[in-house]
């Protein structure tokens, strides 16, 4: 995914959970892979709208996910 279709993607999102189509949002947010995105605050709401669609457990689960390496050191 470029940046440009990322930033679409994000902004669709974003619509969304302002208007609290919170699942419709989630579904977007599973077809980005977010071990690229280092934005604090993107992060944060991605979380946020999981928590409102009940899928915590799903997004700490996920195979994609890369364990933090600072605790490695």
Do not use: F
């Not at 919170?22 to 709401?45: H, Q, S």
């Amino acid at each position: 995914m470029d940046k440009y279709e990322y930033n679409l993607k994000l902004e669709e999102i974003t619509k969304l959970a302002d208007q609290g189509y919170y699942e419709d949002a989630a579904d977007i947010i599973d077809t980005i892979d977010w071990r690229r995105v280092r934005n604090v605050r993107t992060l944060c709401m991605i979380s946020e709208i999981y928590e409102e669609t009940k899928r915590e457990e799903a997004a700490k689960h996920r195979d994609d996910w890369i364990p933090s390496t600072y605790n490695e050191r």
